[in-house]
């Protein structure tokens, strides 16, 4: 086996990642737990081993790691943490008080950012990048439209639950499939439009 670095690792980083959204999925029970814990331990390792490719170059190892995390969250949970780390007194009364307050904590640190769409990865699945695109520029207070952008393909609605809209996904992706379309490809561009088309200004 070839010396370790960084892109060597990053595929099963990723695989690993996956591995503990499958034991996530499995359902509520102790076997779950069982291979949760697993799962988040080799994810964990893998963190790990990066740490020490980067400590063996003298650039930060797996304490800096955690102690960048540690401020990090203390810094952008405000309604959770005194700057000193320690707890504040009370807390919001509603989750979307918390995203006001981490979006402004956000901003503060990069006020020079702009682009609500900066630090989505590009290697991210399409489907997760355009639920995270719309997510953004809604929370970014950009004109969008859910029942305009439905209308406007001819989807009168999404279906009302999650098993319905799997089964519209898969049979979008399976007329695609006999077009000779990539349906990946072609959601994959139509986030990069999206998020063209709501740019702002700088």
Do not use: C
């Not at 956000?106 to 695109?133: T, Y």
């Not at 990539?182 to 700088?202: I, K, T, Y």
């Amino acid at each position: 086996m070839g010396a370790l670095t960084h892109e060597s690792l990053a595929e099963y980083l990723i695989e690993e990642a996956y591995e503990v959204v499958d034991s996530i999925e499995a359902g509520d029970s102790p076997a779950r737990d069982s291979e949760l814990r697993g799962e988040l331990g080799d994810v964990l390792l893998q963190v790990v081993l990066h740490a020490r490719l980067a400590e063996e170059r003298g650039s930060f190892d797996f304490e800096a790691v955690a102690r960048g995390i540690n401020a990090k969250m203390v810094r952008r949970n405000r309604h959770v943490f005194k700057p000193d780390g320690s707890l504040q007194e009370s807390f919001p009364a509603s989750v979307e008080e918390i995203i006001v307050k981490w979006d402004a904590a956000k901003r503060a640190e990069k006020p020079e950012r702009k682009d609500p769409f900066v630090g989505i990865p590009p290697h991210l699945p399409a489907l997760a990048a355009a639920q995270k695109s719309w997510d953004r520029a809604v929370r970014a207070g950009l004109d969008v439209d859910a029942q305009s952008a439905m209308t406007a393909v001819g989807i009168p609605a999404v279906p009302d639950s999650e098993e319905a809209l799997g089964a519209l996904l898969l049979a979008v992706v399976a007329g695609a499939r006999e077009q000779g379309l990539d349906a990946e490809r072609a959601l994959r561009s139509a986030v990069r439009s999206f998020q063209n088309s709501q740019a702002q200004p700088s």
